[in-house]
């Protein structure tokens, strides 16, 4: 059964180095999210994506994290440099919302980043 | 700005009881509702959404309502079984938003055998 796939699935890095994970959203898909999760925070959306074109990146620190969609079936979220307050679970999430079929959003296992 | 939020962060009950999940919202211009589910480890994963146009949806062993004229959705699980067990999200969707889900902070459940 589709779902969404992420990459890796846990990334334990040190301050300053470049992180990058990979999402590929379910074929057909037209729209792909970024989410960081953290325990005071809650789930937050970073940037999403409708057709390959970004949208909006307004919930991204733009100094440090870049997110591009490559083609139709990879999303990238990079951080360069990292930094310790990064470390937090990042979800991607697909789905093809319109008002007639609704806005569900189908996630990814997620990408558990740890920055020491 | 507005945000989804929740009465309880936790919530535990016996196995075989009803469960009722609340969320308060504060954007009355809100169209559109999600439940998810999480489980520990995994992704939030879809249980039923709601339109502002309905007050009431019902799907296997969950309903949805929506009270929009105090802004306040909940979650009812039938019969609640060991594997409902996770932190359940209520999300809106801001009419004219462009497809964005803003998440409440979420409420965990625990089921008792």
């Known amino acids: 059964d589709a779902r969404v796939t992420q990459t890796p699935r846990h990334k334990v890095t040190e301050m300053g180095q470049e992180v990058t994970m990979r999402c590929q959203p379910i074929?057909?898909?037209?729209?792909v999210f970024w989410y960081r999760q953290t325990m005071m925070q809650g789930l937050e959306l970073l940037a999403y994506?409708?057709?390959?074109?970004?949208?909006?990146d307004s919930g991204m620190p733009k100094d440090r994290f870049s997110a591009e969609m490559p083609d139709a079936t990879l999303a990238t979220l990079k951080i360069q440099p990292s930094e310790p307050r990064d470390s937090a679970v990042y979800f991607c999430?697909?789905?093809?919302?319109?008002?007639?079929?609704?806005?569900?959003?189908?996630f990814g296992p997620g990408t558990r980043l740890t920055v020491t | 700005g507005e945000s989804v939020g929740l009465h309880l962060p936790t919530l535990s009950v016996q196995e075989g009881d009803n469960s009722i999940i609340n969320c308060a919202y504060s954007?009355?211009?809100?169209?559109?509702f999600i439940w998810y589910k999480q489980e520990s480890g995994k992704g939030p994963q879809f249980i039923i959404d709601?339109?502002?146009?309905?007050d009431k949806r019902q799907g296997q062993r969950v309903t949805v309502l929506l009270n929009k004229t105090v802004k306040h959705l909940s979650l009812q699980i039938a019969a609640t079984q060991p594997g409902d067990s996770a932190v359940y999200f209520c999300?809106?969707?801001?009419?004219?938003?462009?497809?964005?889900?803003?998440f409440g902070k979420g409420t965990l459940l625990t089921v008792n055998p």
């Open positions: 994506f409708r057709n390959r074109a970004p949208l909006d």
């Open positions: 999300a809106e969707k801001g009419w004219g938003s462009n497809y964005k889900l803003t």
């Open positions: 999430a697909s789905g093809s919302p319109n008002r007639d079929r609704g806005y569900e959003q189908y």
């Open positions: 954007n009355s211009a809100s169209d559109y």
């Open positions: 074929l057909g898909h037209n729209t």
């Open positions: 709601i339109r502002s146009n309905m």
